[in-house]
Protein backbone atom coordinates (compact mmCIF):
# COMPACT_ATOMS: atom_id res chain seq x y z
CA UNK A 1 0.00 0.00 0.00
CA UNK A 2 1.27 3.48 -0.82
CA UNK A 3 0.46 6.62 0.55
CA UNK A 4 -1.47 8.70 -2.13
CA UNK A 5 0.05 11.72 -0.79
CA UNK A 6 3.72 11.36 -0.87
CA UNK A 7 4.04 7.74 -2.54
CA UNK A 8 5.60 6.07 0.47
CA UNK A 9 5.31 2.55 1.49
CA UNK A 10 2.75 2.26 4.39
CA UNK A 11 2.05 -0.70 6.33
CA UNK A 12 0.09 -2.98 5.14
CA UNK A 13 -2.32 -3.08 8.09
CA UNK A 14 -4.92 -0.54 8.76
CA UNK A 15 -5.09 0.95 12.07
CA UNK A 16 -9.29 1.02 11.63
CA UNK A 17 -11.86 -0.74 9.84
CA UNK A 18 -15.58 -0.41 9.21
CA UNK A 19 -18.13 -0.74 7.37
CA UNK A 20 -19.90 2.44 5.55
CA UNK A 21 -23.55 1.30 3.90
CA UNK A 22 -21.93 -0.54 0.79
CA UNK A 23 -18.31 0.14 1.68
CA UNK A 24 -15.97 -1.62 3.79
CA UNK A 25 -13.23 0.98 4.87
CA UNK A 26 -9.88 0.35 6.22
CA UNK A 27 -7.68 3.87 7.31
CA UNK A 28 -3.93 3.86 6.91
CA UNK A 29 -1.80 5.88 8.53
CA UNK A 30 1.54 7.40 6.97
CA UNK A 31 4.50 7.26 9.00
CA UNK A 32 6.35 9.66 6.44
CA UNK A 33 4.41 12.69 5.68
CA UNK A 34 1.90 11.93 8.25
CA UNK A 35 -1.04 11.89 6.02
CA UNK A 36 -3.84 9.94 7.03
CA UNK A 37 -5.93 7.84 4.50
CA UNK A 38 -9.24 5.89 3.79
CA UNK A 39 -9.47 3.08 1.23
CA UNK A 40 -13.19 2.39 0.54
CA UNK A 41 -13.40 -1.20 -1.20
CA UNK A 42 -16.64 -3.09 -3.00
CA UNK A 43 -16.39 -5.88 -5.04
CA UNK A 44 -13.05 -6.06 -5.60
CA UNK A 45 -12.59 -2.03 -5.94
CA UNK A 46 -10.56 0.52 -4.46
CA UNK A 47 -11.26 3.99 -3.93
CA UNK A 48 -8.70 6.11 -2.38
CA UNK A 49 -9.69 9.23 0.32
CA UNK A 50 -7.27 11.75 2.04
CA UNK A 51 -9.61 13.14 5.11
CA UNK A 52 -7.28 15.07 6.99
CA UNK A 53 -2.79 15.33 7.40
CA UNK A 54 -2.00 15.36 11.03
Known amino acids: MKCPV ?4 VSS ?3 KEWKFNI ?3 K ?5 KCGANFNVYE ?3 M ?3 TIPRRL
Open 46 to 48: EKY
Open 23 to 25: YHV
Open 27 to 31: RYRCE
Open 6 to 9: CNNE
Open 42 to 44: YNG
Open 13 to 15: QPY
